[in-house]
């Protein structure tokens, strides 16, 4: 069983930036393929970006390259995801998840889950 539990969210306004982050505990860490997730109100839970077991590889949604980064400390058993450029529509609640993998993940279909953390955006 792995953990998960995220932390860093909050009210920000849009321009601005926020990093996420993500702790395991439980089993080893590696090798997981982590992924960061998202939910808005009255939508269905989409990819927000995903990073490999190595940290060498990453995929984002569309609608956030450029603007957010996602990282892992494996050392530390922890994933980041660096927001920058905030908008309105990014607001969600994002879900930090774990999969048995090595590499990149971008289906939904991961192993464990966090129980997520509110990211706010206002206008």
């Known amino acids: 069983q792995v953990q998960l539990v995220e932390s860093g969210g909050g009210l920000v306004q849009a321009g601005g930036s926020l990093r996420l982050s993500c702790a395991a505990s439980?089993?080893?860490?590696?090798?997981?393929?982590m992924g960061w997730f998202r939910q808005a109100p009255g939508k269905e839970r989409e990819l927000v970006a995903a990073?490999?077991?190595?940290?060498?590889?990453?995929a984002y949604a569309d609608s956030v390259k450029g603007r957010f980064t996602i990282s892992r400390d494996n050392a530390k058993n922890t994933v980041y995801l660096q927001m920058n450029s905030l908008k309105p529509e990014d607001t969600a609640v994002y879900y930090c998840?774990?999969?048995?993998?090595?590499?990149?993940?971008?289906?939904?279909?991961?192993?464990?889950w966090g129980q997520g953390t509110q990211v706010t955006v206002s206008s």
């Open positions: 990073i490999s077991w190595t940290g060498g590889r990453a």
């Open positions: 998840a774990a999969t048995r993998a090595i590499v990149v993940v971008t289906t939904p279909e991961y192993d464990y």
């Open positions: 439980g089993r080893t860490f590696s090798p997981y393929a």
